[in-house]
């Protein structure tokens, strides 16, 4: 489990993060969600990265590449159970008193952090699910160049959404 080469990477992570946790320059959700989104975006690009590679390369087997896909849709997963924790603690705090007045909800609803907070959900994490597992369908059929295709348009759709998050806690 515990090898030297992932002793050597997580004290480095920590000795890298720490500083800013002491000196409460970031908080403990931003560290998460940045270091949450930054393999994500990481590995949305290796996985389309190794898709381009067996365009080149005929005959490889598709093994790596839906395990990359695995991996990268598992922090999806996390990314989505991050982004409810945050904005349902955040929803709360705004319609707390509204739910008998209906103006207070639509007014709650109408404002700019609110699509922001949306648009974060769908750009950044929903659409790039359903991409994912689109490239796994087209997987299945041992199509790598629709699959290259639709991990690039996942990879814009990821930069995009871990843009607006960033926008969000800075």
């Known amino acids: 489990l515990f090898n030297s080469r992932s002793i050597r990477f997580f004290s480095s992570l920590v000795a890298i993060l720490a500083p800013f946790l002491a000196l409460k320059i970031i908080e403990l959700e931003s ?18 990265f190794l898709g ?4 080149n390369v005929v005959g490889l087997p598709l093994s790596e590449l839906r395990r990359s896909l695995k991996i990268v849709s598992a922090f999806v997963g996390i990314k989505v ?6 904005s349902s603690s955040s929803i709360a705090q705004k319609l707390q008193g509204s739910w008998g007045n209906l103006n207070g909800i639509v007014e709650a609803l109408s404002t700019t952090s609110f699509w ?12 790039p699910a359903l991409f994912y597992w689109m490239a796994f369908d087209v997987l299945r059929q041992r199509n790598t160049q629709s699959a290259t295709g639709i991990l690039y348009a996942t ?4 930069l995009f959404g871990e843009s607006i998050s960033l926008f969000i806690f800075i």
Do not use: P
């Not at 940045?34 to 389309?48: A, M």
């Not at 159970?81 to 945050?86: H, I, P, V, Y």
């Not at 922001?116 to 659409?127: D, Q």
């Open 116 to 127: 922001i907070v949306a648009s974060r959900a769908v750009i950044g994490i929903i659409t």
């Open 52 to 55: 381009h590679w067996y365009l």
């Open 81 to 86: 159970g991050e982004f409810l924790m945050l």
């Open 155 to 158: 990879s814009v759709l990821v």
């Open 31 to 48: 560290l998460l969600s940045f270091l949450v989104g930054s393999v994500l975006l990481g590995g949305t690009l290796v996985s389309q």
